[in-house]
């Protein structure tokens, strides 16, 4: 079901000796409280703990995937954009950024429209060739969904982006997430 396989965040060169190493910014936006922190920390220590905070200033943190092409994959996850407080800070943050992913909850209305507020901040702000991801956070809460997937694909579609919805607490969808953003990476083009 995955087609990509975690290597550890420093095994940059533990794939094949002509592997193409790429490393990518990936900035996280989204309302407070959507998951953000969880979904880091999910995909780069494997765990959910929701007591513990990753954001801390102006850091991020990274992680490396190898794909089956052999292409290894550097994620350099900043994820501070989108807290309140930094709200004016943002635009540094996603300048120069290849990847944004913008993450909603599915019980929560107003973090989808929130969502939908990053996207045009992103269209009018972001790098033109950006790759934008929508992500409904918190799967694994369906009885108290409130967002239809369908809107979430509705609207990803209409936006050029690429949905998926994903359980930070179940670890749902959480690789794939990552994995589907390397595939669409633009590839260094060989001699
Ligand atoms: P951030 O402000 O967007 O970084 O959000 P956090 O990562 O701090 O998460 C906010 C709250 O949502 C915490 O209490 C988490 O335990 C909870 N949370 C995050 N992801 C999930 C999820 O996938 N499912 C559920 N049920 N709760 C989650």
Same mark, same amino acid.
């Given at each position: 079901?995955?087609?990509?396989?975690?290597?550890?965040?420093?095994?940059?060169?533990? %794939?094949?000796?002509?592997?193409?190493?790429?490393?990518?910014?990936?900035?996280?936006?989204?309302?407070?409280?959507? %998951? !953000?922190?969880?979904?880091?920390?999910?995909?780069?220590? %494997? /765990?959910?703990?929701?007591?513990? !905070?990753?954001?801390?200033?102006?850091? *991020?943190?990274?992680?490396? =995937?190898?794909?089956?092409?052999?292409?290894?994959? !550097?994620?350099?996850?900043?994820?501070?954009? %989108?807290?309140?407080?930094?709200?004016?800070?943002?635009?540094?943050?996603?300048?120069?950024?290849?990847?944004?992913?913008?993450?909603?909850?599915?019980?929560?209305?107003?973090? *989808?429209? !929130?969502?939908?507020?990053?996207?045009? +901040?992103?269209?009018?702000?972001?790098?033109?060739?950006?790759?934008?991801?929508?992500?409904? $956070?918190?799967?694994?809460?369906?009885?108290?969904?409130?967002?239809?997937?369908?809107?979430?694909?509705?609207?990803? +579609?209409? $936006?050029?982006?690429?949905?998926?919805?994903?359980?930070?607490?179940?670890?749902? $969808? =959480?690789? /794939?997430?990552?994995?589907?953003?390397?595939?669409?990476?633009?590839?260094?083009?060989?001699?």
């Amino acid at each position: 079901r995955s087609s990509g396989r975690l290597v550890g965040a420093n095994s940059d060169n533990g %794939g094949a000796p002509d592997a193409k190493n790429l490393r990518v910014k990936l900035v996280l936006l989204g309302d407070s409280g959507v %998951g !953000k922190s969880c979904i880091v920390l999910r995909f780069v220590r %494997g /765990q959910f703990d929701p007591t513990s !905070k990753v954001t801390v200033g102006a850091s *991020f943190l990274s992680q490396t =995937i190898a794909l089956q092409d052999s292409t290894t994959v !550097k994620f350099e996850i900043w994820d501070t954009a %989108g807290q309140e407080r930094y709200a004016a800070l943002a635009p540094l943050y996603y300048r120069g950024a290849a990847v944004a992913v913008v993450v909603y909850d599915i019980t929560s209305p107003d973090s *989808f429209a !929130k969502a939908q507020y990053w996207v045009k +901040e992103l269209q009018k702000h972001g790098s033109p060739d950006i790759i934008m991801a929508l992500v409904g $956070n918190k799967a694994d809460l369906h009885e108290k969904r409130e967002v239809p997937a369908q809107d979430g694909i509705e609207y990803a +579609e209409k $936006n050029e982006m690429f949905f998926i919805e994903t359980s930070a607490k179940t670890a749902d $969808n =959480i690789n /794939q997430l990552f994995e589907e953003i390397a595939k669409r990476l633009p590839r260094p083009t060989t001699s």
